[in-house]
Structures are given as C-alpha cells and as structure tokens.
C-alpha cells in the first residue's frame, strides 16, 4: 500500500513563497515519476509539475514555468515543489501523485 502525505501549505501573500513536501511510503519510491496536481474552488484538478525517477526530467504547466521548482531525494522518498513568485491564481488544493495514488492534498491561498 503506497500513502502520500503532503505538508508545507498555507496562507501567503503574493510574491511570497512556499514549500511543498510529499513523504511517500513504499519502496519503489525511486523507481517512480512523482508529481503535483493542483485543483482550485470549481475547477478540474490540473498538472502542476512532474519529475521522473532519476531527478532528471521535469515538466512543468505553463502556468507555473519559470516559478516553481520540483526536486526529489529518493534517499527520503520525498518529493518536494518550490513555490516563488505566487499569485491568487496558485490559490488551490496541492496534490502530490504517484502513479494511480494520492495524496490527501494541501491548501494553499495566496492573498492579494
């Protein structure tokens, strides 16, 4: 059984920053292509970003290129994503992804 469990949300003011962590459990951790989703009031859950096992290759929404960061440590099995520059529009449920897994999300609200 794979749990995800992100932590680091919160309430910022734009411009501010944040950092995203998602601890999974399991040992094929490293193996994996991890990712963000995101999902805002009234919305479909959208891409955020995504890396794959070696830390090599991201992709990233067009929304959030140039802004956000994601990185891993398969030593923690931790997925991480970087935050700068946030706008209201960021202002969403974080979601951290791994293959048909989920983790239970975490708020972040950007204030103008």
């Known amino acids: 059984q794979v749990q995800l469990v992100e932590s680091g949300g919160g309430l910022v003011q734009a411009g501010g920053s944040l950092r995203l962590s998602c601890a999974a459990s399991?040992?094929?951790?490293?193996?994996?292509?991890m990712g963000w989703f995101r999902q805002a009031p009234g919305k479909e859950r959208e891409f955020v970003a995504n890396i794959d096992w070696s830390g090599g290759t991201k992709n990233y929404a067009d929304s959030v290129k140039g802004r956000f960061t994601i990185s891993r440590d398969n030593a923690k099995n931790t997925v991480y994503l970087q935050m700068n520059s946030l706008k209201p529009e960021d202002t969403a449920v974080y979601y951290c992804?791994?293959?048909?897994?989920w983790g239970q999300g975490t708020q972040v609200t950007v204030s103008s």
């Open positions: 399991g040992r094929t951790f490293s193996s994996y292509t």
């Open positions: 992804n791994k293959g048909l897994y």
